[in-house]
């Protein structure tokens, strides 16, 4: 991965008895010596082995994608907090989240962070999807992880809906209410939809459990598994494309 051509200090120390101690591939004179050394970096070795140089710059990607990833990371870690202090009944829900606010120790903050984190991560993701359309980065061999991507789009949508309802104010009653309506309005399935969404006719108890085990069990763990191929696919087509003649932009 290394495109400098004359060694630099850091290359002389990395040939060096020292140098050799720390990094296990010290020599990257040889395309194979360039993947080793690509292989040993922890942080190296989330990208293909080989890739177009233009990728690897900020301004091909903006690192959206990285940024999505990094921002799910942490509405799990925020999340996880809140499940110890929040029990998903339509008794102890809004009390709950007011005690979050004012008794538990950090748990404004960390609420906090996890609504935005939530926020950023709808707009990023939606920055994300604008900057491989418009550089055309959906075309072959990645139309696989374009269909990968829309529904990791529809999986961090819904989990935004699910988790709105979970303080169970009046803002998140009648913004499910509203939401679930609509669903109903989908030709033929409609009204299924919405009554298993609610798991009634109105917005009651059963649905804020059904809201609550689909927004921390079902969605998180879709998202890890869709996210696992996209990245899994990303550093194989990217790999595919290396063969692809290019121009640098
Ligand atoms: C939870 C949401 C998502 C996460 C965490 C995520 C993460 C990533 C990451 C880390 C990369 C590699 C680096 C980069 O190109 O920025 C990537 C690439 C890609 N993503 Fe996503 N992504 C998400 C949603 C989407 C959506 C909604 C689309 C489009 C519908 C999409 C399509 C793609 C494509 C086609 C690539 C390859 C781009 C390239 O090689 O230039 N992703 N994604």
Redesign the pocket.
Known sequence: MDLRDKPTGLDRLRRSEVGRSIWRAPDRATPRDRAAGHWSNFFLHIYPVKMQRR?IGIRY?W????M??VL?GSLVASGIYLMFFYVPSPVQAYSNIQSIQTEVAFGQYIRNVHRWSAHLMVLI?AA??AR?FY?G??KKP?EF??VI??V??AL?LLMSFTGYLLPWDQLAYWAVTVGTEMAAYVPFIGDTVREILLGGTTVGSATLLRFYVLHVAVLPTL?VLT?SI??WR?RK??MLEIDREEPDV
Do not use: P
């Open positions: 990728e990607s690192y959206l994608g990285a999505s990833t799910f993701v994300h999807m491989v550089r980065a959906y990645k992880n374009w991507g829309v990791l789009l961090t998202i996210l996209h990245l990303w087509d990217a």
